[in-house]
């Protein structure tokens, strides 16, 4: 089977060029997955996107990270939330995977594991950046939050065995309470593996997205024989349709299926990075920025929320329909 990988955002390229070599020597898909995103994860320069060192802290100024991994296997996951003081906490949920009785842990409970596991918990000041100390004490003088830079490095991938799994890392909402865990952690929310459909992810505003399911559902819609370009699409237009134009909010989902295709949608530019056997390099690709609703009345009309164009269906074009409920700009 041909292996392929799919990563959130463009700054998951390095994760993803990590992860065709490793695919490359033999590795599997979950040490693949746990290898290419421990880079990212524990790169301060990264940081600023959100993942890992050098990411935002809490309000308290604590940088708390949350992670899990899937497997397309049944029952084959882990996850950690709120965890300080380790800079790669995708590879602690990938223990709790496999070495818990449990698959999430959390705060306290997720650090006293990590110690089981041999882990050092680092102090607090060597998970921040000084970016990310400016932009704390920027806070706490001005209790306004950044302008997000993107958020959740997610990395599905396929083995030549035809294994699948799906990961997902993130240090959470900028100066967040203490304790909140977003979307990114919770199985068919930030992320979600079925081996009879292959695999989803999801990153955006975490509070919003853990209400919709929306890797889950990818993946059922893939189950049911879409494309994951189609299967992402709907799910994110459900949700527009489900919410309304005025409260629609960011969210970014990326799809592999078992023929190693790939798919994404979004409502904001959404840039992500894919790769699969008999490409040379890895490639960024972009998802639409716009997603707006077309909606159908009793006169057989069709009218784009964008735009507030009519249109007779008598003699719309399926294709340009299509371009308008999904990609039009």
């Known amino acids: 089977m041909a292996a392929a990988v799919v990563g959130t955002w463009a700054f998951s390229l390095a994760a993803v060029d990590k992860a065709r070599l490793l695919l490359a020597t033999g590795r599997g898909a ?181 209400c919709f399911c929306p890797s889950f559902h990818v993946v059922q819609l893939m189950k049911q024989g879409l494309s994951p370009t189609d299967a992402c699409q709907s799910v994110v237009q459900d949700i527009c349709n489900r919410v309304g134009k005025k409260d629609i909010f960011e969210i970014g989902l990326i799809a592999l299926n078992m023929k190693g295709e790939v798919g994404a949608a979004s409502t904001v530019p959404f840039p992500y990075t894919f790769w699969a056997h008999g490409m040379e390099t890895v490639e960024q690709r972009q998802s639409c920025p716009q997603i707006y609703p077309v909606w159908f009345d009793a006169r057989s009309k069709a009218s784009c929320w964008n735009c507030q164009v009519n249109l007779d269906l008598k003699v719309l074009d399926l294709t340009m329909l299509r371009y308008m409920m999904f990609v039009h700009v």
């Open 30 to 210: 979950s040490a693949t997955v746990q290898e290419a995103m421990a880079e990212v994860e524990n790169d301060k320069e990264t940081g600023c996107f959100v993942v890992g060192r050098g990411g935002f802290p809490n309000k308290a100024g604590v940088v708390q990270c949350d992670a899990a991994i899937m497997e397309g296997l049944p029952g084959r996951f882990g996850a950690v939330a709120a965890l300080p003081g380790i800079g790669i906490p995708l590879t602690v949920a990938r223990m709790v995977m496999d070495k818990s009785d449990h698959s999430m842990l959390v705060g306290g409970g997720a650090v006293a594991f990590a110690k089981e596991q041999g882990f050092s918990i680092e102090d607090n000041s060597d998970m921040m950046t000084e970016a990310g100390l400016a932009a704390y004490e920027e806070f706490l003088r001005s209790r306004k939050s950044p302008s997000k830079n993107h958020d959740t490095l997610g990395l599905i991938v396929l083995d030549q065995e035809g294994n699948i799994t799906v990961g997902v890392s993130t240090s959470g909402a900028p100066f967040k309470d203490p304790g909140r865990v977003g979307d990114s952690p919770l199985p068919g929310c930030g992320l979600y593996a079925d081996s009879r459909a292959r695999a989803a992810a999801a990153s955006g505003d975490g509070d919003k997205i853990m």
